[in-house]
């Protein structure tokens, strides 16, 4: 899988997740536009899939307000740095996903610990899991955010706004992560913005009594829309906290194309969601 070209290895992978062989040329479903945008990703793409580069878009955006407070960034973990950081941090890697590190009191970790568990963060190409060809554009570097919230294991819930625009019409759908990194493994649900349970993935659960409507919700939504701005399909996630509203990513990419749809139904119905038509202009003028 390594060897093959970017547009073989999704075409392999989308057949292997999905049974059929995808239509990259003329894409419909989901699962496909997804296929098709890490082959032609925009300048912009990169930008904001970077978790450094991208708080200067919601700064100007929404506000600094809704940024987690930053400790520090940096091209290396050193003794200085680890020395200068609080007891409790998080530990991020900008450069792709799963790069993450919460902890809660920093007398409990070696710097050798943390220096190996950061370099193997910034060695990585994360752009060749799942040929997400966005992510090579970006330098890998380190992030130290504040730990939101007071519970020593789990982080805040995270409210993940799938934003879809077609011909000016906004779709919105929300994933919420509860329980991440618990004993027991995290839930998800999902829901449509006057809080309805959906289902959009094999794992989401149906009872969505099992979480509470946090009371920044609707802000939150509205957040999402003025972020997702100019863009056919992005996803914009945010831990909430109460009122409290602090931005976590966009995604361009989810799952890399590869997420685990209920059915090929819903792979459709959400392909119709969004056009790619302007990003297919964008990317022919960047290889212009």
Known sequence: MARLSDRHFTM???????GVLPDLSAPRTFSEKIGYRKLHPTPSMSILSDKIAVRDYVRERIGEQYLIPCHATADELTPELLKALPDRFVMKGNHGSGYNLLVEDKSQWTFPELYDISRNWLDDDFSRVNRETQYRAI??????????????????ND?????????????IIVQIITGRFQAGG?????????????????????DVSTVEKPAGFDRALALAETLSEGFDYVRVDFYILDDAIFFGEMTFTPG???????????????????????ERARARRVAL
């Open 12 to 18: 392999l992978r989308h057949w292997r997740a999905f």
């Open 139 to 156: 330098k890998p570097r380190l992030l130290f955010e504040k730990r939101l919230g007071n519970d020593a294991v789990t982080p805040p």
């Open 159 to 171: 409210y993940k706004f799938h934003c879809f625009r077609r011909h000016g019409e906004l779709t």
């Open 186 to 206: 995290h839930q998800r649900v999902c829901i449509t913005p006057d809080w309805q349970p959906v289902r959009v993935e094999t794992r989401e659960i149906e």
């Open 256 to 278: 890399g194309g590869f997420m685990e749809l209920i059915d090929r139904q819903v792979d459709h119905y959400l392909g119709s969601l969004f056009t790619i038509d302007r």
